[in-house]
């Protein structure tokens, strides 16, 4: 199982970092996935597009489970200051949002990084041809 470990999860402060690490992510055909600094918290976000693949159906659902059920455990922890979050679990993007932890936003990631750096879990992303003619 590849992914990244939560440490070396890239930690975004600007629209200009977050852009240009998606931009080296386009150039290498590699999968982008970072922790941005936004008012009022931590936010996630990752996208396969630019590997030109997205998540199989079978992974995304395992993906949006597990995500959601870690989230939820973040939100009924009586040690947790973060009371609200969300987003969207995509099959080729997706963006959480708002957490209070640094560490916390990365060590989702890292989780977040196990499905969608395994190639296994891809297929290809269908041209916008094919999703016309369905």
Known sequence: MSGIPADQIPLCDSTKEHNDIYSDAKESDDVFLVVDLKEPGYTISYDLLPTGHRLTDDAHEQLDDRIWNKIEAILTDPNMDTEEL?????????????????????????????????????????????QFLG
């Open 86 to 130: 969300g987003g969207s679990i995509g099959d080729s993007k997706g963006n959480l949002h708002f957490f209070e932890s640094e560490q916390v936003a990365r060590d989702l990631a890292e989780l977040i990084s196990y499905t969608i750096y395994d190639q296994t879990n891809w297929e290809k992303e269908p041209s916008p041809r094919e």
